[in-house]
């Protein structure tokens, strides 16, 4: 893959976008952009090679998206103008959204109020966008329907707005590291992208479809090949790693000046004195024979679609590093396939309540390891997750609940012979002989000997880039940012960052880990976005047009 760069400046303090494309292309994503005035001062600019080097690049983007899993594809989708409309003979089983709908039938979904359209839909994500776009896209899906989407897309090609979305991998983010780590993924329509059916698409993969569920590396594939089918492939660039991401200032009584990271200290004592400029973006690309190549970026915007899958979870207690205890699932899967845990009688030990847990007790029962499994909550406790999933669509999980909730331990008979719950305990301490110690909410505590231990707690996202680790993000700042215990704060219709302008985040950074809610927050900030280049463009015909860009 070619590395990539952009030396040349545009009008003021925007500079040109390029990519693989045409002088042409380039023209016109600009005009399309800033307003058709503007054309006299790009249609010079020269073309970029796409074997120059990132050192030196003086590009300005209107967005650079951080994470290309779904989240990121999603967001892209949408930037290069694809435009959702209500399908001419379609009917939204809920009345009163569908009335709604069809008084703006003729605008698509991004030019509408996500609001008005919003109010009173219930669902399963607390981000009210999500839930629409949800059900805009599978109507009743929380009942078990697979009823087709409402919506129709367009490519309207004017509406393309200049972005970038970096990756570390291929495009599908973390689902391409999930091989063997997850046993199966519930089927329905729920991991598709806008578009491209994922059914039409895995059916033509598959000679023989057979069940409901499909494995973590046909997802990733579906993924991969989305980019390529919509045409985003040259909005995306693999193997590149972020080291930082910082808000450029400028001196308000200095028109001439360059603009500049500053302490947050010397903000604080002087925050009047200071104008907030564009994002700077540093980090390295690995290219062929495993050099780095650094590269410097500046955004308008940036998005954070990083998921929470890089760094797992852990208890924190006494002997969690002795090289028996698992804090992921490709480490137990490995363990399991090189023959480690084959003939074991003693137990494998599973922490956690979540649906990673229950992919490590299924990978365990269906391989004959007995399983002790340690939880927390009570099995009755209505955030489990399990209570947000249809039985119908996840058979498998609702049978890990099941045999929580039926076969949970008793003094009496002790540890049954395959699978045994422990509601409210937590481990108390490992120890070297590969026993480890449980303690329940009454202070009892037990002793078991052990085949092998996974933690399946949770994980973090990597937001070392940022400042204070992102912590200031969420909505308890003193927390590191989780997706269920302290999400990014963001504005609940723009996704832009409460405690940040300019900065938006989406998918497990706000809450939402299922790809079928995801979605909701690509469209939430491609209409921010694009009502501001409304903006931006009227001000600009205001102007004159002939002026140069404020």
Same mark, same amino acid.
């Given at each position: 893959m070619p590395v990539w760069c952009c030396r040349c400046s545009l009008a003021g303090h925007f500079r040109n976008y390029s990519d693989t494309e045409t002088e042409g292309e380039i023209f016109n994503s600009f005009v399309q952009y800033f307003g058709d005035n503007l054309g006299p001062k790009v249609k010079g600019m020269p073309l970029v090679e796409e074997t120059s080097l990132l050192e030196d690049s003086s590009v300005t983007l209107p967005m650079v998206i951080i994470g290309n899993g779904p989240s990121g594809i999603c967001l892209s989708y949408?930037?290069?103008?694809?435009?959702?409309?209500?399908?001419?003979?379609?009917?939204?089983?809920?009345?009163?959204?569908?009335?709604?709908?069809?008084?703006?039938?003729?605008?698509?979904?991004?030019?509408?109020?996500?609001?008005?359209?919003?109010?009173?839909?219930?669902?399963?994500?607390?981000?009210?966008?999500?839930?629409?776009?949800?059900t805009l896209l599978h109507p009743d899906a929380d009942f078990g329907y697979e009823s087709r989407s409402i919506l129709h897309w367009k490519l309207e090609q004017h509406h393309y707005i200049p972005h970038l979305v970096l990756g570390k991998g291929p495009p599908g983010g973390a689902w391409h590291n999930m091989e063997g780590s997850m046993l199966t993924i519930s089927f329905g329509n729920w991991m598709e992208l806008p578009g491209l059916q994922f059914k039409d698409w895995i059916s033509s993969k598959r000679r023989n479809l057979k069940g409901d569920s499909v494995m973590p590396e046909e997802i990733a594939r579906y993924y991969k090949h989305y980019v390529k089918v919509m045409g985003l492939q040259k909005n995306f660039r693999e193997n590149t790693y972020i080291t930082s991401v910082s808000r450029l200032y400028r001196d308000?009584?200095?028109?001439?000046?360059?603009?500049?990271?500053? /302490?947050?200290? #010397? %903000?604080?004592?002087?925050?009047?004195? !200071?104008?907030?400029?564009?994002?700077?973006?540093?980090?390295?690309?690995?290219?062929?024979?495993?050099?780095?190549?650094?590269?410097?970026?500046?955004?308008?915007?940036?998005?954070?679609?990083?998921?929470?899958?890089? /760094?797992?979870? #852990? %208890?924190?207690?006494?002997?969690?590093? !002795?090289p028996f205890v698992f804090h992921s699932m490709p480490e137990f899967g490995a363990a399991i396939n090189k023959g480690k845990l084959c003939g074991r009688v003693d137990p494998v030990l599973i922490v956690g309540s979540g649906l990673t847990a229950a992919d490590a007790v299924l990978c365990a029962y269906n391989n004959n390891i007995p399983v002790i499994h340690v939880f927390r909550r009570r099995v009755t406790d209505p955030s489990l997750i399990f209570k947000q999933l249809p039985k119908k669509l996840y058979p498998e999980y609702h049978k890990v609940y099941h045999m929580m909730c039926s076969q949970s331990y008793s003094a009496d008979s002790g540890p049954l012979s395959d699978y045994t719950s422990f509601p409210e305990h937590r481990v108390l301490s490992f120890k070297a002989d590969m026993k480890c110690i449980l303690q329940s909410v009454s202070g009892l505590k037990k002793i078991f000997k052990l085949s092998a231990a996974v933690i399946l707690i949770g994980s973090h996202p990597n937001l070392s880039f940022l400042?204070?680790?992102?912590?200031?993000?969420?909505?308890?700042?003193?927390?590191?940012?989780?997706?269920?215990?302290?999400?990014?704060?963001?504005?609940?219709?723009?996704?832009?960052?409460?405690?940040?302008?300019?900065?938006?985040?989406?998918?497990?950074?706000?809450?939402?880990?299922?790809?079928?809610?995801?979605?909701?927050?690509?469209?939430?900030?491609?209409?921010?976005?694009?009502?501001?280049?409304?903006?931006?463009?009227?001000?600009?015909?205001?102007?004159?047009?002939?002026?140069?860009?404020?």
């Open positions: 949408m930037l290069s103008g694809y435009r959702p409309y209500l399908s001419s003979e379609a009917i939204h089983p809920n009345t009163i959204l569908h009335s709604k709908l069809e008084e703006a039938r003729h605008l698509s979904i991004v030019d509408q109020d996500l609001e008005y359209l919003s109010e009173g839909l219930e669902g399963r994500s607390s981000n009210p966008v999500a839930v629409l776009f949800d308000q009584g200095d028109n001439g000046s360059q603009d500049r990271d500053i /302490s947050t200290k #010397h %903000l604080q004592n002087q925050k009047s004195k !200071f104008i907030k400029r564009n994002w700077e973006i540093r980090g390295y690309q690995r290219i062929a024979g495993g050099s780095h190549v650094p590269f410097c970026l500046f955004a308008e915007n940036v998005a954070l679609a990083t998921g929470t899958l890089d /760094s797992p979870a #852990h %208890l924190e207690v006494e002997g969690e590093e !002795f400042k204070e680790q992102g912590c200031y993000l969420g909505r308890n700042s003193s927390q590191p940012i989780t997706c269920k215990g302290n999400p990014v704060e963001v504005d609940a219709y723009t996704y832009e960052c409460v405690k940040e302008a300019n900065l938006f985040a989406l998918g497990p950074l706000v809450g939402d880990n299922f790809v079928r809610f995801l979605k909701g927050g690509a469209l939430g900030v491609t209409r921010c976005l694009a009502t501001r280049q409304k903006k931006k463009q009227h001000l600009f015909v205001q102007r004159g047009g002939g002026d140069g860009v404020a």
